[in-house]
């Protein structure tokens, strides 16, 4: 596609469930990341993908988060037994293969899924 | 550690005022810079960059200079319009990893 697609844009759940967020990057992209932006604040840096590296996993903030990412394709983002604090919007970035020439290592970012826990 | 600070918001001017956002950095090497924003309902998008030291990034009316010296990449705009108001992340990229600032939110009133 042209851009980075998530899925699904909202979502709405009940506390204690689990929920699954969809990445698809842009092809060709070896990089893919996840962040955390609740309401009026920062990026929250939560996990980033490089090819067929070990994931960076340094910023999921417990356990009950995860995440997978096949080769160089889709991505999705678990979050197990949802709570109130976990209501965010979650945006997914790729970009194509870091520390090379031209514009390598500018971000494109996904438009985010909200997701909201009552 | 790489790190990235930027000014507290928000930030409120009124048109045609000019915009300075503040952004230092910590980081091993010579990494790349850049300015993200977000406009109210959008997904972040790429403002400017710039790639290594005294290199200037424009867009938009927009500038930033990478000064190595003093490891800053402030954001001006001679002239703000309404336009503008929107979230703007100050960023670095090293060791393959981009590390964002806490964003900075700018209201311009009419």
């Known amino acids: 596609g042209a851009g980075v697609s998530q899925s699904p844009s909202n979502k709405v759940t009940e506390k204690g469930k689990d929920v699954e967020l969809r990445c698809d990057p842009i092809?060709?992209?070896?990089?893919l990341y996840w962040y955390r932006q609740r309401l009026g604040q920062g990026l929250e840096f939560l996990i980033y993908?490089?090819?067929?590296?070990?994931?960076?996993k340094s910023g999921l903030p417990s356990d009950r988060f995860s995440a997978e990412r096949t080769g160089e394709s889709v991505s999705t983002l678990t979050i197990q037994r949802t709570q109130q604090e976990d209501s965010a919007v979650y945006l997914c970035?790729?970009?194509?293969?870091?520390?090379?020439?031209?514009?390598?290592?500018?971000?494109?970012f996904g438009p985010g899924t909200r997701l909201t826990v009552l | 550690g790489n790190s990235v600070t930027q000014m507290e918001g928000p930030v409120t001017l009124s048109e045609e005022a000019f915009l300075t956002i503040n952004c230092t950095y910590t980081a091993t090497g010579y990494p790349s810079l850049f300015w993200y924003v977000q406009y109210p309902g959008e997904g972040l998008q790429l403002l400017l960059k710039?790639?290594?030291?005294?290199d200037k990034g424009s867009n938009k009316g927009f500038e930033a200079t990478y000064r190595k010296e003093t490891t800053s990449f402030h954001l001006e705009k001679g002239s703000v319009q309404v336009s503008d108001s929107a979230v703007y992340f100050c960023?670095?990229?090293?060791?393959?990893?981009?590390?964002f600032g806490a964003g900075t939110r700018l209201f311009v009133k009419a």
């Open positions: 092809s060709g992209h070896t990089a």
């Open positions: 970035a790729s970009n194509p293969t870091p520390g090379l020439a031209g514009d390598t290592d500018t971000q494109y």
């Open positions: 960023a670095l990229i090293g060791g393959f990893k981009t590390i």
């Open positions: 710039a790639t290594k030291a005294d």
């Open positions: 993908f490089q090819g067929n590296s070990a994931p960076d």
